[in-house]
C-alpha cells in the first residue's frame, strides 16, 4: 500500500460514501484555519499552526473522525452530546447520517486553534 502524501489523494482514497463529508470537513478546516499548513501525518490529513497539529480527520470502514486538542473537546462536550455524537478526550466519530453540524465544527476548531496561538 502506497502513503497518501496529500489531502486530495486522501479523500479520494476513502470509502467513496465519506468523501463529501471529508471534502466538506477540508473545506471548513481550510476556511477557519488559513495560517495553517496542510500535512499528512499518522496517515491522517491534518492542519498545523506552529508545528501543532490543530485539527485533523480520518476515515474508517463505518465512520469517520475529527480530532482536535484535548482542550477544545472537552470545553464543547455538552454541545457534542446534545448533537448526539460520540467523543473520546481528542476525537469525535460521525457518519454521512448523522454529520458534525458545520457551526459545531468551526467552534471545536477555533477552541483547538487557540490551545495553540493563545
Sequence with gaps: MTSITDHDAYIASAPEQFQPSLQRLREILRRVLPEAEEIVAYSMPGFTIDGTVVASYAAFSRQCGLYLLAGAIAEHAEEIAAAGLKATKTGITF????????????????????????
Design 95 to 118: 457518519t454521512p447520517r448523522k454529520p458534525i453540524p458545520d457551526d459545531l465544527v468551526e467552534r471545536l476548531v477555533r477552541t483547538s486553534r487557540q490551545g495553540v496561538v493563545g
